[in-house]
């Protein structure tokens, strides 16, 4: 019996078979997401809504990263050979993305922090509305930069400094992904914006979601940059 033929019998062929396996996949991989990002997540809720709080808020969202590479890594099995195991492939891309992830994700974060405490105080400062509007440019484009590199660091063993490079590479060669990823990124602040805990609730679908947008940069990144 072939391993397709053994993922079938295991799955079933039913429709409710199928349909139960999806909402199994989408339930782990919410609790896997929910256990990777915890310490993050603790922190967000200890701290005040405050301009003094960014370098913090920056801190605690170290942990997202490496959590939603993971989900990106198990979605991709999850539209491929989909089976019944998907912590076993949420922790494996955990182990295999982490560090790779981190080495660009702490400096990023820690010039998101800088951005946003110049933008908190900037009238303070007495510097012009057109220098915030700059450097909240710089900061839409460095998240979005964050979608393509994220990808690249979940699904591929590219160095770091390649990831950087494919990453800028993509955000102009892919301008629909582009904006997917933005688009992703206002459904993921509006949810914070209700409630942290709608965010959480949402967090399996939204990664579904970030992992369909970013397909054909997946695509193009194996047939030009893969042997």
């Known amino acids: 019996m072939t391993a397709m033929a053994m993922k079938r019998d295991e799955i079933g062929t039913g429709a409710l078979p199928r349909w139960s396996a999806t909402v199994y996949w989408f ?57 019944l195991s998907p912590a076993r492939h949420f922790w494996r891309g955990y ?25 908190a105080h900037l009238a303070a400062a007495g510097l012009p509305s057109a220098l915030g509007v700059a450097l909240g440019a710089v900061a839409l484009l460095l998240v979005i930069w964050s979608g393509h590199a994220l990808v690249l660091s979940a699904l591929f063993s590219f ?52 992992a369909r947008t970013v397909v054909p940069v997946v695509a193009a990144a194996e047939a030009q940059f893969t042997a």
């Not at 997540?41 to 920056?58: G, W």
């Not at 660009?104 to 933008?119: D, F, K, Q």
């Not at 160095?159 to 459904?187: E, H, N």
């Open 27 to 83: 339930l782990v991989v919410e609790v896997m997401l929910v256990l990777t990002s915890a310490p993050g997540l603790v922190l967000l809720q200890l701290l005040d809504r405050d301009a003094s709080n960014i370098p913090l808020v920056a801190l605690a969202c170290v942990p997202f990263a490496p959590s939603v590479a993971a989900a990106l890594f198990a979605w991709r099995v999850f539209t491929r050979d989909r089976d």
């Open 95 to 119: 182990r295999l993305d982490v560090l790779d992830v981190l080495r660009w994700w702490v400096p990023t974060l820690a010039v998101l922090a800088v951005i946003g405490i110049n933008l």
């Open 159 to 210: 160095r770091t400094r390649d990831v950087a490079r494919l990453g800028a590479y993509f955000l102009a060669a892919k301008p629909l992904v582009s904006l997917g990823i933005a688009s992703v990124l206002v459904l993921t602040v509006a949810a914070a914006f209700v409630t942290d805990w709608l965010l959480v609730l949402l967090a399996a679908p939204l990664t579904y979601l970030y």
